[in-house]
């Protein structure tokens, strides 16, 4: 019986360990998996923003940064100083209005301070107040508080479709038909069940639930398909924005820990795989179309341009429209709800929004902007089955989605008016004639564009476009205030997302080919982009210091003044004692042979100190031959004058003489049988000298200062390969 009992008891054990192991083998696979199909640029993001300080561009290096020579910089700044000079003259009321409200308003702040790359923002900043203060439109023109006409192409942050004096019109007809209600909540208007009626015919699902914002309609988006499914876990795609919820931003701009949004990769099969096998966790799947512009970047903006090939967009309908098959094919075996964010692209790409101009139909559907009427709204459409906000057998159980303003009366009546406009027999033509239009306005451009030689191209999906830049550039953000001179009016994200709208006409699209053309030849005669003649291999230069500038920016600001102090008085060193070129040449030759010193000492000390006795010797004749006498420059930067130097060369050169007398033998076999010996005493004389001189510095100045000159000492020989190399020379 006891036997048996043991069997069996392995048996159940050796079960159990394969059960477990099976178990431990699926998770590790989905991790694995999941690791690479997610992407990691939102959490890297994430680390930087705390590690890397703050850096800014001032004077001569503001115009410098792609490594201008002295004349381009004058030019530069002579550019600069008259585009703020017309600024602040055309623009005087609003600029004055824009200060007197700045410190009490931080939406303003904010907008200014991401208009531009950091670096750079300080500078700008105080040359430069860029807020829009308008007073009336007229078709797609602004009137700011100064009466200038400008051409608005920010489309209003996306709301902007079918023309201001549509959206007018609509406003004032909507308050009409509920005026007599006024500004009554929880009721609602009888004109609700219209707009439900159209939007559930738009959309193609079954339930609607108004909010006061796009942001607020995903988060109520998010906590009905997770209440619904009974899952918690939502998948986004990797540069997507779908608002400002903390719920739903992975990278910058929100400071909450994300265990319950997986960002995946855009058109990748993993991403698909990852929701197969972990189909189990995941509440819903969640997509913002506009990602077809820009799959896998942020929406572009000026503010991260610090290079050309930062910002890449491309017309990928086909491609996109694949991938949104296969997804929803994936979503609908594994039971996933998939979501459509279409606050931005909801009645711009068609009357019926993303899914019409995909053909790609959600399980839910997220609108907002435009729909409306040109007022605040937002809208969630979905199925029935993910709309409910109670559990009927758990009667405590309920999904808390309400909102005061929801089905505010002005709205609705504003909503039933462009509703009415956008489901009219023959809109999908007048969209498709507004978006036919946009493309021949980019095809002219870009052809003008090619023909004047210009560094810019632009690139669109419907209405929506933006501009590329095919040189090499550090001031492509500057793009955006050449076009305000030129009477063009942005958002805050500058040239990375403009709009255009159904009112535009022929003589607004040439209007606005002339002002992008004539802002990037003007941009392009101040020398703003450099002459690939004139500076060759510019744009690897421009990537190698970019790199040492974010590299830089990580360092502790304390560790960068010291290395700052470290690099000046390397500077005033190499001006003090290094003048004549053959003594550079001897410093190059004896560097090198250091740097190999430093390789071999640990293992080879007799080698390490014979070769770099020899550099030394080399170094020394190079500054008391070559050189004119400097002890005066050479005494203020505290380290060894030329005279130091020479008695401490004197000091090896007596030590073999000593062990050579204590030996009693002066040959050359004496000299070999005692090297090992003698390279110790040089490496013994090496620090002694060293130590001595730190004391002193400690003593005479400070603990910092004797840090500066011993980091300076051991760094010398790469930073002289570095300066004296002939190449780095000659450039």
Not at 29 to 56: C, F, G, K, Y
Not at 79 to 90: N, P, Q
Not at 194 to 222: C, Y
Not at 238 to 255: I, K, M, N, T
Request: charged share 20%.
């Amino acid at each position: 019986m006891s036997e048996m009992t043991l069997v069996l008891g392995l048996a159940a054990a050796f079960a159990a360990a394969i059960v477990l192991a099976t178990h431990l083998f699926r998770r590790a696979s989905v991790a694995l998996l999941t690791i690479r199909a997610r992407s990691w640029v939102s959490a890297v993001s994430r680390i930087l923003s705390e590690w890397v300080n703050a850096t800014h561009y001032s004077g001569d290096a503001f115009f410098s940064a792609d490594g201008a020579d002295a004349r381009t910089v004058r030019r530069r700044s002579a550019a600069l100083d008259h585009l703020a000079a017309s600024f602040a003259s055309a623009h005087a009321k609003s600029t004055d209005w824009g200060r007197s409200v700045r410190d009490g308003f931080s939406d303003i702040r904010f907008a200014d301070a991401n208009r531009v790359p950091f670096p750079f923002a300080r500078t700008m900043r105080e040359k430069f107040d860029l807020t829009t203060v308008v007073t009336a439109s007229d078709g797609p023109r602004l009137c700011d508080l100064d009466g200038q006409w400008s051409l608005d192409v920010s489309g209003s942050y996306g709301v902007n479709v079918a023309g201001f004096e549509r959206y007018k019109d609509w406003i004032q007809r909507g308050w009409d038909r509920v005026k007599a209600l006024g500004p009554v909540l929880g009721p609602v208007h009888p004109i609700v069940a219209d707009n439900i009626r159209m939007l559930r015919s738009i959309s193609g699902l079954d339930e609607v639930s108004f909010h006061m914002s796009g942001t607020e309609a995903v988060m109520a988006a998010v906590r009905l398909v997770r209440f619904n499914t009974g899952r918690r876990l939502i998948v986004c795609f990797s540069g997507a924005y779908h608002g400002w919820w903390d719920g739903v931003v992975a990278g910058l701009g929100s400071e909450r820990r994300l265990d319950d949004c997986l960002t995946l990769k855009d058109l990748d099969p993993r991403s698909l795989a990852v929701i197969r096998r972990r189909a189990h966790e995941i509440a819903a799947v969640l997509v913002n179309p506009v990602q077809s512009f820009h799959p896998n970047t942020p929406p572009p903006n000026d503010a991260v341009l610090l290079t050309s090939e930062v910002r890449k967009a491309e017309d990928s309908r086909d491609g996109y429209t694949e991938w949104l098959m296969q997804l929803r094919f994936t979503c609908t075996a594994a039971g996933v709800p998939l979501v459509f964010d279409e606050v931005y692209t909801g009645f711009r790409l068609a009357a019926g929004g993303a899914q019409e101009y995909f053909g790609v139909k959600a399980d839910m559907v997220v609108y907002g902007k435009t729909v409306a009427g040109g007022l605040p709204i937002g809208v969630v459409c979905g199925r029935r089955d993910l709309m409910q906000r109670f559990d009927p057998k758990r009667p405590m159980r309920l999904a808390y989605v309400v909102g005061t303003f929801s089905a505010h009366p002005a709205v609705m009546g504003a909503m039933y008016e462009f509703l009415m406009w956008v489901t009219a027999l023959g809109r999908d033509r007048q969209y498709e004639v507004m978006n036919r239009e946009c493309a021949a306005w980019v095809r002219s451009t870009n052809a003008r564009l090619v023909e004047e030689g210009l560094p810019v191209r632009v690139v669109h999906l419907g209405t929506i476009w933006t501009v590329l830049f095919s040189q090499p550039g550090r001031y492509n953000w500057l793009l955006q205030y050449y076009l305000r001179a030129e009477g063009v009016t942005l958002s805050w994200v500058g040239t990375g997302r403009c709009l255009a709208s159904m009112d535009f006409t022929t003589h607004d699209y040439m209007a606005l080919q002339h002002a992008l053309v004539g802002a990037t030849t003007r941009m392009k005669r101040d020398g703003w982009w450099l002459d690939a003649t004139e500076y060759p291999q510019k744009e690897q230069r421009m990537k190698s210091r970019l790199v040492q500038e974010m590299l830089s920016s990580l360092v502790p600001t304390p560790f960068k003044a010291f290395h700052e102090e470290v690099m000046l008085r390397k500077k005033d060193d190499h001006h003090a004692s290094h003048n004549d070129f053959g003594n550079q040449m001897l410093h190059l030759v004896s560097s090198s042979v250091f740097l190999y010193c430093y390789a071999i000492l640990a293992f080879d000390l007799t080698s390490a100190m014979c070769l770099g006795l020899a550099a030394l010797f080399i170094r020394q004749f190079g500054h008391a031959v070559l050189e004119p006498d400097a002890r005066e420059k050479e005494m203020t930067l505290l380290g060894y004058t030329t005279r130091n130097k020479t008695l401490i060369v004197l000091g090896y050169s007596l030590i073999p003489l000593a062990t050579l007398v204590d030996a009693g033998s002066f040959s050359i076999a004496a000299f070999m049988q005692h090297l090992p010996t003698i390279a110790e005493y040089w490496w013994y004389w090496t620090q002694f000298v060293i130590v001595a001189r730190v004391v002193y510095l400690v003593w005479k100045f400070s603990f910092r200062t004797s840090m500066i000159w011993y980091v300076k000492l051991v760094t010398d020989p790469l930073t002289d390969v570095i300066a004296y190399f002939p190449r780095r020379q000659r450039a």
